[in-house]
């Protein structure tokens, strides 16, 4: 087991889930940008705005408002979490997010 997937299996139940949210959210973000590249550069179509547009705004506000519980228990501190999970952790957020 590498020391990035030990310290994610250390983090709090509420950071964890924080950091599947934050990796999901990314996504949904990821998806919605193509799809305005589409609409706006592209012109082709309007519609993948609207069908994206939806679950990203969902997952932020999850996001958010993870952040905020996972803040308010004490698990998520500035400095300590959040340089730790950078892009060079993205298996330790898939292992996250397989068992969670």
Do not use: N
């Not at 310290?7 to 305005?36: I, K, N, S, Y």
């Not at 996972?70 to 400095?79: D, E, N």
């Not at 330790?92 to 397989?98: E, I, P």
């Amino acid at each position: 087991m590498s020391a990035l997937t030990q310290q994610c299996d250390r983090l709090p139940p509420a950071t964890r889930a924080f950091v599947v949210a934050a990796f999901l959210e990314t996504f949904t973000w990821a998806g919605l940008l193509a799809r305005m590249f589409l609409k706006y550069v592209t012109g082709t179509t309007d519609v993948g705005v609207r069908i994206s547009g939806a679950p990203h705004g969902g997952m932020f506000f999850m996001y958010l408002a993870l952040g905020r519980v996972a803040k308010s228990i004490g698990g998520l501190r500035r400095g300590r979490v959040l340089p730790r999970m950078s892009a060079r952790s993205c298996r330790s957020g898939m292992r996250v997010l397989a068992t969670a």
